[in-house]
């Protein structure tokens, strides 16, 4: 990750934060719409989750400058998402999601290079996450 990538994720995440509770419920019915499937990977009630979701990004994307400092958790979560029956393909349709609903939410203003940054930190993160990285 680049310094302007880390910067461009950083500043999209700011404002998209201001809507945590939109973005995770567009992020999630977009990932239950492309792969119903996944649903029973999740609790029913997805209150908490949303909220971990968003702390999590929020976590990570807040530490990129110093990424080695939040690994040891991310990939302690990654071996959790193992024990739920994640799978390695399932990191590219959340990822999906994810860029969809940043997308949504930032509507123009998600330009082709901020694309390109989120793509390359969810690359970095879901690797390490699921031990390809």
Do not use: C
Request: overall charge negative.
């Amino acid at each position: 990750m680049t310094p302007r990538q880390i910067e461009l994720v950083q500043t999209s995440f700011e404002r998209v934060a201001t809507n945590n509770d939109k973005v995770a419920d567009l992020f999630y019915d977009r990932l239950f719409d492309v792969t119903p499937d996944v649903r029973t990977l999740f609790p029913a009630d997805l209150g908490a989750q949303k909220q971990k979701l968003m702390a999590m990004l929020a976590s990570a994307i807040t530490n990129l400058h110093q990424i080695h400092s939040v690994m040891p958790a991310i990939r302690e979560l990654g071996k959790r998402h193992v024990g739920y029956g994640v799978t390695v393909a399932h990191y590219a349709l959340v990822g999906g999601a994810l860029l969809w609903a940043i997308e949504q939410e930032l509507g123009e203003d998600f330009t082709p290079e901020m694309r390109a940054a989120w793509t390359e930190v969810y690359t970095a993160l879901a690797g390490a996450m699921n031990g390809t990285a």
